[in-house]
């Protein structure tokens, strides 16, 4: 209302009329010029500014635009596109000042309507929408740096460490921040669920946020028979272990090869109508699609080929082969011969049939492992094996099997393995636990309100 | 009688699937008659049971979970669906709910009787551990509870232009959506957890887990929105379709999108 007293009689562009009849009085009084129907005009509240409180959901989303509307604007005006989180302490000094003052805020301010609005419905839902569109963009632009040019100006192909995404994961998180506050206090035993709920995914997003600064993910390619004490982050920097290993063995199952039909211009896998079960056993018939009838014979495991015949040998190189008979239905014909997936030094051998190629595919890894020896200091050296989904622990950091030179496979001469410091892994997973606890909470008791009425 | 699936003549899963599908219509029809509301749960029991039973064999024969493929999970969608749309009906006789779900799993195991290769067994290291089965069945449940709260909402959709909109169906959609969420979070953070054993961290924004967040992010949209005042009941509804979306898309949409071309999910 204070607007009254203004000399200069026109409307604030950002006042919008109620309906059409009130555009068209304001047009009249416009036209008029007259001091006293613009004070008519505001007594009667036919405009409203539009920021006058209390905001609604058109306000709330106008707020969430503008966090990663600043975001990008940031990006662009410094001109990287990697947001600098501290590591720890400051971090978690950052966080907790941010819980505090937003705690300080709503005690001192609980009544304001600004404080009501933070953790109101509106906001929170224009912050959820806001982050799903963060998201959107994140889903569908390609986030490396092969992205397509238009991306990489605006910077769009790494937005998880854009502006965009820290500055709408902030606005989340004063909202969600604010909302917990409102529920703490007074304390209620039926808020239980919202607040194990909130708290919990205000604990997931801050200790992965902190995380990302405070996680080393090292990479070590580990030869035989050497001990390795450094690993290599995702940006090739070189850091040191407390520990180091020794690559002792490398062990490798395969899954019992496929056959294929290959298309011989293409050199393409054909799919047939009906997919056979194609893996090989010796003395199983193959059909593929009733044209053409395979019988396994022989089958090596380890094989090198002589004078195109194969013969069983174990050693670097050595690649899986069968002997088989195949009779196509159109020619009548049956045709015998070898056929296998090559390897390293072997090229592959096929048989030509009258439309494709008969082959052998490579086989799929069923496990792998490697075993070390591991060097701690003031201890003795120990045992370890390595599995794909079985991580070891050692001083603070965990070893997991990642991968090995799939060129050579059995006969790999190092294994790829990563040390990983993860040091809010337990608080995320406090979060992760309260989160799972209050939902099963609340629907647990919105499914009782409903059975009430 | 020996039950053999050997997938290279499918002869097992065509009779198994195709009783299924029979019976799962029967029943349906005989909803729809409406003469006695026990019958067509004892067909769905059946096909259940039948069902059930089928996906155990698979599991021994193929030595493991039968949930890699997007064949083998509409399996288990299929008879989510079924089990779902009985206790929806046993609960509230929603009969044309039953028949829906019915229809639904019909048609995935339809799909697979056309597309049979995507039944495999090898089964690559990343995927063998204990998390395998409690994330890919606690998510397979929820996106069945997911499809048919958007049944309601599309139904919803249909009658408001009818004219004939109740909002007392928002209190199922809201039980259904409710049960379907607290699964999703579940499955999300189980999956989370085993991608910290199998990959060394618990969230690496790859594609797929990208789309995970949004179609959990879109149902919390939907429980917030829920709780808004001046809430349209359009808007709810049609929130929800887009959640469905965003879950369509994270499901299987994800492998033919070209920003999941290096994801380490897409098998």
């Known amino acids: ?188 035993w039926r808020n239980m669920g919202f607040l194990l709920n ?194 070891v622990r050692s001083m603070g950091w965990k070893l997991y099997q990642v991968s090995y030179d799939t060129r050579k496979g059995k006969w790999s001469e190092y294994t790829v393995i990563e040390a990983v410091k993860d040091p809010w892994l337990p608080l995320v997973y406090i979060g992760f636990f309260m989160l799972l606890a209050g939902v099963f909470l609340l629907t647990w008791q919105s499914a009782n309100w409903n059975r009430n009425g | 009688m020996q039950i053999g699936i050997e997938m290279d003549n499918l002869i097992t899963y065509y009779i198994v699937a195709g009783s299924i599908v029979l019976i799962g219509l029967i029943a349906a029809l005989l909803a729809f008659l409406e003469k006695d509301k026990r019958v067509p749960l004892v067909f769905l029991t059946i096909a259940i049971l039948w069902l059930g039973f089928y996906i155990g064999v698979l599991w021994y024969k193929v030595g493991h979970a039968p949930l890699r493929t997007l064949g083998e999970t509409r399996l288990w969608y299929a008879f989510f669906l079924l089990f779902v749309g009985s206790i929806l009906y046993l609960r509230w006789e929603y009969k044309w709910i039953l028949i829906f779900s019915v229809l639904m799993a019909d048609l995935f195991l339809v799909f697979n009787m056309i597309y049979p290769e995507n039944f495999d067994t090898a089964l690559m290291p990343a995927l063998q551990s204990y998390w395998f089965v409690p994330h890919v069945i606690v998510y397979i449940f929820a996106y069945s509870m997911l499809s048919i709260a958007t049944l309601f909402s599309l139904k919803g959709l249909y009658q408001m232009r009818k004219k004939r909109w109740n909002n007392q169906s928002l209190n199922i959609i809201d039980n259904l959506v409710y049960i379907g969420f607290a699964f999703v979070t579940f499955g999300i953070i189980f999956g989370a957890m085993w991608a910290k054993e199998a990959w060394g961290h618990y969230w690496s924004f790859d594609p797929k887990e990208t789309w995970a967040l949004i179609t959990w992010l879109m149902y919390l949209l939907y429980l917030h929105y829920r709780k808004f005042k001046n809430q349209n009941d359009r808007i709810t509804l049609i929130i929800l379709i887009l959640a469905f979306l965003m879950l369509l898309m994270c499901w299987f949409g994800v492998n033919y999108l070209p920003a999941a071309a290096k994801s380490i999910h897409v098998y």
């Open chain 1, 198 to 391: 909130h708290i919990g995914l205000l604990i997931i997003l801050g200790g992965a946020t902190m995380d990302s600064s405070d996680l080393y993910r090292l990479k070590m390619v580990c030869g035989y028979n050497t001990p390795i004490w450094y690993g290599t982050n995702q940006d090739g920097k070189q850091y040191k272990l407390p520990f180091a290993v020794e690559l002792k063995k490398f062990h490798i199952d395969y899954y019992d090869p496929e056959l294929v039909l290959i298309d011989r211009e293409s050199n393409e896998a054909v799919k047939t109508k009906v997919k056979p079960d194609a893996y090989i056993k010796k003395g199983k018939t193959i059909k593929f699609d009733d044209k053409i009838k395979v019988t396994i014979d022989t089958f090596y495991r380890h094989a090198f080929e002589s004078k195109k015949i194969f013969l069983p040998a174990e050693r670097p190189g050595n690649t899986q082969a069968v002997k088989v008979r195949v009779y196509e239905t159109e020619s009548k014909k049956t045709v015998k011969g070898w056929v296998s997936a090559g390897s390293f030094i072997q090229y592959p051998h096929r048989i030509k049939l009258k439309h494709y190629d008969l082959g052998l595919a490579p086989p799929k890894p069923k496990k792998y492992s490697s075993e070390f020896k591991l060097y701690e200091p003031d201890q003795e050296p120990r045992t370890i094996t390595l599995v794909v989904n079985k991580p």
């Open chain 1, 1 to 188: 209302m204070q607007n009254i007293t203004r000399k200069r009689l026109f409307l604030p562009s950002h006042w919008r009329p109620k309906s059409y009849k009130s555009k068209l009085l304001i047009f009249l009084i416009k036209l008029s010029n007259s001091k006293y129907l613009y004070t008519f005009v505001l007594m009667n509240k036919l405009v409203r500014n539009f920021w006058q409180i209390p905001w609604k959901l058109k306000q709330a989303f106008v707020i969430a635009l503008c966090f990663p509307m600043a975001g990008l604007l940031l990006d662009l005006v410094i001109g990287r596109n990697s947001v600098w989180i501290p590591q720890f302490p400051y971090n978690l000094i950052i966080f907790l000042l941010f819980i505090a003052s937003i705690g300080l805020i709503f005690f001192f301010y609980k009544k304001s309507q600004l404080v009501q609005f933070l953790s109101s419905i509106p906001a929170t839902i224009s912050s959820i929408t806001i982050f799903i569109g963060v998201l959107l963009l994140m889903g569908l632009i390609p986030q490396h740096p092969e992205s397509s040019p238009f991306a990489i100006q605006l910077r769009l192909n790494d937005i998880l460490h854009s502006g965009i995404f820290l500055f709408s994961l902030i606005y989340l998180l004063i909202i969600l921040t604010f909302t917990i506050f409102t529920r703490i206090y007074p304390f209620r």
